[in-house]
């Protein structure tokens, strides 16, 4: 099985900051790698996917980077509706293995 | 618009059984691959299961494979997972997800996600 390793575990950090969110891959899974949003008590929803494509209707502070092992998550300024916890996911083979996710909190 | 709604959850004994199902509308569900994925009570997401637009292929995470069965039924846009064998480990909720494909792999995201049913197994 592939194992997903994000970092932080959680952070903290204040309006208009510059956030990175690290995922790393156990072995290469290419560009498939997908980013997710849950907010507390709903399921989630998805920010990036295939590495750095923006899905739909997300606000375009969100950026993703990275291939083979290592990928990031940028938020470029942060807002107070971004409070939540993110995940990323391989879909490169199966199993579809998610990291441990990152909780983000605003200041 | 896309929507995806579970049910069937509940409280279990260990060693039951339940069938979780998901309503889909706003698309056709034909034309899309389907997987459901967990979360255990203050814990990851874990993916369970998927299968095929024409239920050719499905996979599974060892931890259910041989006890949980995906299915689907295109002609009433619904979503099933039989669960047996119940154990407290099981215990999560239970989400339905919309699958989108790549360049070169069948499922590529998941892009649209149900609420989610809890489902409970304890004695």
């Known amino acids: 099985d592939t194992q997903m390793t994000q970092s932080p575990s959680s952070l903290s950090a204040s309006v208009g900051d510059r956030v990175t969110i690290t995922c790393r891959a156990s072995?290469?899974?290419?560009?498939?790698l997908n980013w997710y949003q849950q907010k507390s008590g709903t399921a989630p929803n998805l920010l990036i996917y295939?590495?750095?494509s923006l899905q739909t209707g997300v606000p375009s502070r969100f950026s993703g980077s990275g291939s083979g092992t290592d990928f990031t998550l940028t938020i470029s300024s942060l807002q107070p509706e971004d409070s939540a916890t993110y995940y990323c996911?391989?879909?490169?083979?199966?199993?579809?293995?998610f990291g441990q996710g990152t909780k983000l909190e605003i200041k | 618009q896309v929507q995806l709604v579970e049910s069937g959850g509940g409280l279990v004994k260990p060693g039951g059984s339940l069938r979780l199902s998901c309503a889909a509308s706003?698309?056709?569900?034909?034309?899309?691959?389907m997987s459901w994925i967990r979360q255990a009570p203050g814990k990851g997401l874990e993916w369970v299961s998927y299968?095929?637009?024409?239920?050719?292929?499905?996979d599974y995470a060892d931890s259910v494979k041989g006890r949980f069965t995906i299915s689907r039924d295109n002609a009433d846009n619904s979503l099933f997972l039989q669960m047996n064998s119940l154990r407290a480990e099981d215990t999560a909720i239970y989400y339905c997800?919309?699958?989108?494909?790549?360049?070169?792999?069948?499922?590529?995201?998941?892009?649209?996600w149900g609420p989610g049913v809890l489902v409970t197994v304890s004695s």
């Open positions: 996911q391989q879909t490169y083979s199966t199993p579809y293995t």
């Open positions: 072995q290469s899974v290419t560009n498939y």
């Open positions: 295939s590495a750095s």
């Open positions: 706003g698309f056709s569900l034909s034309d899309y691959y």
């Open positions: 997800a919309r699958v989108r494909g790549g360049s070169g792999l069948p499922v590529n995201y998941f892009d649209f």
């Open positions: 299968v095929s637009s024409l239920s050719s292929f499905t």
